[in-house]
């Protein structure tokens, strides 16, 4: 080897290490040879001299490629030991194996130089704080470039195979390859009905989730590509990413397809370098080929599904149907904004909003809501007319779609129980093929044929169960018997919503909902069809609580025309007998007559007759309120009669009026200081007062009773206080040097004493 005498007792010192790597493992399984000559460095470190206890193999990067130092522990643990001076030589098959990133070899030769450490491959023996050698290793752009030569002339090769059809790519679960090398549906009819039964789930339930679910009781075949089960099918459970991958997958429609996807290099803020794959529209794939292979659906099913799929996507501004009651919920559109309407189902019944624009404040003045089966009925209504001439057919499809889903839910089960009969029998033949004295073998077969008849037995009742769990389909009369009442098929309990709202759609575009700016309560529904018509169906919105429980406008009107010369009582049983009733749907009697006069305003008869007053007239002129003049009356002091509507007429004398003058005058509970000047322009009351000064009225009513701020009593008793700026200095000064008021309301006093003295 050239260079040996650059080895010096300096390097034997410290550690020798052999950094082995190849690019793929299907490089380390498959170029053994390379493998073993790497790993044979170290017997050529020994040569060279150093120890065997100095001498250290990294293989941790065996199956990663050189192209980034992102995920190759081993060249990080290179590239620290030789930084901190430990490694005396690092030994490689060559030296673009250590990497092939000219940014990564160049920081380890540089590191290399400074510590003094060798660089040791086939070709010889490099000491880099030699000029000559740095010149041979320094440039690391041979390196990239070989890779860049490589990588380019198999893609290129790739490309060429795949424009042809020809290159042989992973193929996705229910395809292989036949022995000519051509895709074909793969042979099992377990496997081949699964996937199957995962485009007609599609297409009944209309959505990825929906398939998920409709294999939520059922295996589904999965192909392992590498490790110990590579090339075999095994069996679990259909996740919702995973049929939503098949549904994608052009390759189930008979297209070949490569260039789907696109990987890049990535930089994450913390440096590292990572790998992003992304899937490309169609028109960038690189080849497309329409026909390739039989497929279990067309390619043109398979454009179908991927526009529905697309529709799914709520994220992307989709209103797909749900499962809501509301029949057109996102295709009804306000016509007073243009806005989408949503669906509220906070109450008993849904209702359609047009939210988004109260939210923006943007909203219309005929912006508002509508229950959703006030415009449900109209819909549905035009919908069944629509489609009248095309019933038969209808109902015809709908009991052939039934009876291919039946089948394949009842195949999928035979499918299933012929393979587990399958199985048993082959382990029936194992065991009987086996000797009977060799029972070391003999016992294991036992038991894997028991498991399988235990698999068989299962296998079979599920297909019982499924068979007995169909109910019989009807007949052809029978069927056209029930044809002729479509809207029943449509309104039975059999029949989703999610499937109505998917037969609307396929009709019917957009729904516009507009009200009437003269009567709230009519409603124009525009229906677009898909065809391109389009109609204006007129709406009656439903009667609310309150106009439910109202009374009939001509009941009404009667009232307001006998009302004013009639009592309650005779009005109620005018109104009987002219067949009105209540809004509650009951006779009227006098108290429903008195709050249909109070509420409409209908003047009572002739109340009081000469000579009498009403309690608020006598307690004016005697100067009492009017509790006492009642009082009065429920103590038998004064006479009084009910008039209409139960109000008091009081018969009020000379002799009536000085009794109860008299009375008042020695009432205990008269006040003796009332002073019937009117309030001044800087008086203020008790609550006045009290709000001023921050606490509670009856603070300020105690001080006045006690003398300690002067109060004047006005007519009716009120205090007015004549609150002057030393008066309210008193106050606060009263507050702060108080034990009974809170803190903060003495803190507050004290700040207001303060700024007034300054």
């Not at 170029?31 to 020994?46: D, N």
């Not at 549906?185 to 377990?190: H, R």
């Not at 012929?418 to 003999?442: H, I, M, S």
């Not at 309104?491 to 396929?506: F, H, I, M, Q, Y």
Request: aromatic letters at 6%; one cysteine or more.
């Amino acid at each position: 080897m050239r260079g040996e005498p650059k080895v010096t007792s300096s390097h034997l010192q410290r550690t020798a290490i052999c950094y082995i790597r190849q690019s793929s493992l299907m490089q380390v399984r498959e170029h053994t040879e390379s493998t073993a000559r790497q790993y044979g460095l170290a017997a050529q470190a020994a040569r060279l001299g150093w120890p065997a206890a100095g001498i250290e193999v990294i293989d941790c990067d065996l199956g990663l490629s050189g192209r980034s130092a992102t995920y190759r522990e081993g060249f990080k643990e290179l590239v620290a030991r030789v930084c901190m001076g430990e490694v005396g030589a690092v030994f490689g098959l060559e030296v673009s194996r250590l990497a092939r990133s000219n940014a990564d070899l160049a920081r380890l030769l540089e590191l290399a130089r400074l510590t003094g450490t060798l660089v040791i491959d086939s070709d010889g023996v490099y000491e880099l704080s030699d000029i000559n050698d740095r010149l041979v290793l320094g440039s690391g752009q041979m390196s990239e470039a070989e890779l860049h030569w490589l990588t380019s002339r198999l893609n290129e090769s790739k490309r060429a195979a795949a424009r042809r059809g020809e290159l042989r790519v992973p193929l996705p679960v229910g395809f292989v390859h036949d022995d000519d090398g051509a895709v074909v549906i793969d042979p099992d009819q377990e496997v081949a009905a699964a996937v199957a039964d995962v485009f007609a789930a599609f297409t009944a339930t209309g959505s990825a989730y929906g398939v998920a679910g409709a294999f939520a009781g059922r295996r589904f075949p999965r192909r392992a590509y590498g490790g110990a089960w590579a090339g075999q099918v095994r069996w679990g459970r259909l996740s919702h990413a995973r049929a939503a991958g098949i549904l994608r997958n052009p390759a189930y429609a008979g297209a070949y397809v490569y260039g789907r996807r696109r990987t890049r290099q990535v930089v994450h803020p913390d440096g590292s370098v990572h790998s992003a794959t992304t899937e490309l529209p169609r028109d960038q794939w690189e080849v497309l080929i329409p026909g390739h292979h039989e497929g279990y659906i067309t390619f043109e099913a398979y454009l179908a599904n991927e526009a529905k799929l697309a529709a799914n996507r709520t994220n992307a501004g989709a209103r797909p149907p749900r499962e809501g009651t509301a029949l057109c919920q996102g295709i009804v559109f306000c016509g007073a904004c243009g806005r989408s309407m949503q669906v509220r189902y906070q109450d008993r019944y849904p209702r359609y909003e047009c939210s988004h624009s109260r939210a923006d404040h943007v909203a219309a003045p005929l912006c508002g809501s509508v229950r959703a089966d006030t415009v449900d009925q109209a819909v549905t209504a035009a919908l069944l007319a629509a489609v009248e001439p095309a019933q038969l057919a209808l109902a015809l499809a709908a009991a052939g779609e039934v009876t291919a889903r039946r089948h394949r839910s009842v195949r999928a089960a035979e499918l299933a129980a012929e393979r587990a009969r399958y199985d048993a029998d082959r382990a029936e033949r194992a065991f009987l093929a086996c000797e009977p004295e060799n029972r070391l073998v003999a016992r294991s077969l036992e038991a894997r044929w028991e498991t399988r008849l235990t698999d068989l037995a299962g296998a079979e009742a599920a297909l019982a169960t499924q068979l007995s769990a169909q109910p019989e389909l009807p007949g052809p009369e029978q069927l056209a018997a029930t044809v002729a009442d479509l809207p029943a098929l449509w309104s039975a309990p059999a029949t989703s919503d999610k499937d109505r709202k998917r037969l609307l759609r396929t009709l019917l575009g957009d729904v516009t909902l507009t009200p009437s700016a003269s009567d709230p309560a009519q409603l124009a529904v525009g229906l677009r069809w898909k065809s391109g018509a389009s109609q204006q169906v007129p709406v009656t919105r439903r009667k609310n609580a309150i106009q439910l429980r109202s009374t009939d406008p001509a009941a009404i009107e009667l009232a307001c025309r006998i009302g004013p010369g009639l009592d309650n009582n005779a009005l109620a049983a005018a109104l009987n007998d002219a067949g009105h009733r209540t809004g509650t749907g009951q006779p009227f009697d006098g108290v429903a007559a008195g709050n249909l006069r109070n509420y409409h305003h209908i003047p009572y008869p002739g109340l009081l007759e000469d000579g009498e007053l009403t309690p608020r007239q006598i307690a004016e002129r005697i100067g009492v309120s009017t509790g006492t003049i009642h009082y009065w009356i429920n103590s038998r002091y004064l006479a009084a009669r009910r008039g209409a509507a139960g109000r008091r007429a009081i018969p009020f004398p000379a002799e009536v009026e000085a009794a109860c003058r008299d009375r008042a005058t020695g009432s205990a509970h008269q006040h003796r200081d009332t002073d019937p000047a009117p309030q001044a322009d800087d008086e203020h009351s008790i609550a006045e007062v009290a709000r001023r000064l921050g606490v509670k009225p009856d603070v300020i009513y105690a001080w006045a009773q006690w003398g300690h701020i002067p109060a004047r009593r006005g007519d009716a008793g009120r205090l007015w206080i004549d609150f002057t700026p030393a008066i309210e200095r008193t106050c606060l000064e009263r507050i702060t040097s108080s034990y009974k008021l809170p803190a903060d309301i003495k803190t507050q006093a004290a700040q207001r004493l303060e700024r007034k003295a300054v």
